[in-house]
């Protein structure tokens, strides 16, 4: 039986060349999109890119208000889907890892997975039928004097918190998974009350999966633009400025100068996350 170092480098050597490629395909796709942004399009209309070096584009975005305002949507909308999700996740995978019965933890793992083996577009109308005027949420609601949200950026956090709470929960579960009962056990024997367990002691060891789970939920969220079209309204968020500019409006270079906002964010978000060293202890 061959080692365990022996193995791994010989895994690594194949990997390392599929790895490269797509490594190469990625920063190159950026390198494009980020030289893109500096050209502009004709001026009769036709769509035609004009490989003219200028900052028009990012004036346009930093000048005209509604691309400020979008921007700072887009951005709370992330972080408020994130936020929810964490605080929806931690108890979910807190019972799958720690008080199910393997045999209901196996269970639930399967209906947390099953959500994402159906197609994206069927969950999103899914919502928006949920979410309508006549929907079952309005059924339910209006005999206690409320109302449903109906369509809007409510309807959009709704609906990107639940396409998004397995990426949030998977992660948080395995780490609750690594932590010992044994912890938990000496926490009760000093006289902890459960809260603090759940603040000393299970939070700083589920810290970094979190941080993981929260690089999918908070990413996802910044670059969608299917969800928002769908229960939206008439909110827009920056994947919409990208979509209607590279296709109806025909301004790629102004989709391209507009996509690099959240790649900017995401860089940002990674570079602080990094400085944490939560993904050093995953």
């Not at 790895?19 to 399009?41: C, K, N």
């Not at 994130?82 to 019965?101: C, E, G, N, R, Y």
């Amino acid at each position: 039986m061959a080692s365990a170092p022996g193995y791994q480098r010989r895994l690594l050597s194949l990997l390392a060349p599929p790895m490269l490629w797509l490594g190469v395909a990625y920063l190159g796709a950026l390198a494009a999109l980020f030289i893109t942004s500096f050209w502009t399009v004709n001026a009769y209309g036709t769509g035609e890119v004009v490989q003219v070096w200028n900052l028009d584009n990012y004036r346009q975005l930093f000048r005209i208000d509604v691309y400020r305002t979008i921007t700072v949507r887009t951005l709370l909308t992330a972080v408020g889907v994130t936020v929810i999700d964490a605080m929806l996740a931690l108890p979910i995978a807190l019972f799958m890892a720690k008080m199910a019965s393997p045999r209901l933890r196996k269970m639930l793992v399967v209906a947390v997975l099953t959500p994402l083996w159906a197609s994206y577009l069927v969950k999103a109308y899914a919502w928006r039928g949920l979410l309508s005027d006549s929907g079952p949420i309005a059924w339910l609601m209006r005999p206690f004097g409320l109302d449903t949200p109906g369509y809007g950026l409510t309807a959009t956090v709704i609906t990107l918190a639940y396409l998004w709470l397995p990426y949030m929960i998977l992660p948080m579960y395995a780490g609750l998974e690594r932590l010992p009962d044994s912890l938990l056990d000496a926490s009760a024997d000093l006289g902890a009350r459960p809260w603090l367990t759940l603040r000393r002691v299970v939070i700083p060891v589920l810290w970094p999966a979190a941080v993981a789970g929260s690089i999918f939920t908070f990413s996802l969220s910044l670059g969608d633009y299917i969800a928002v079209k769908i229960v939206g309204g008439a909110n827009q968020m920056l994947g919409n400025v990208v979509y209607d500019n590279s296709g109806t409006a025909g301004n790629l270079p102004f989709a391209a100068a507009v996509a690099t906002i959240p790649v900017v964010i995401m860089v940002v978000y990674l570079a602080l996350v990094r400085r944490t060293g939560a993904l050093e202890n995953l």
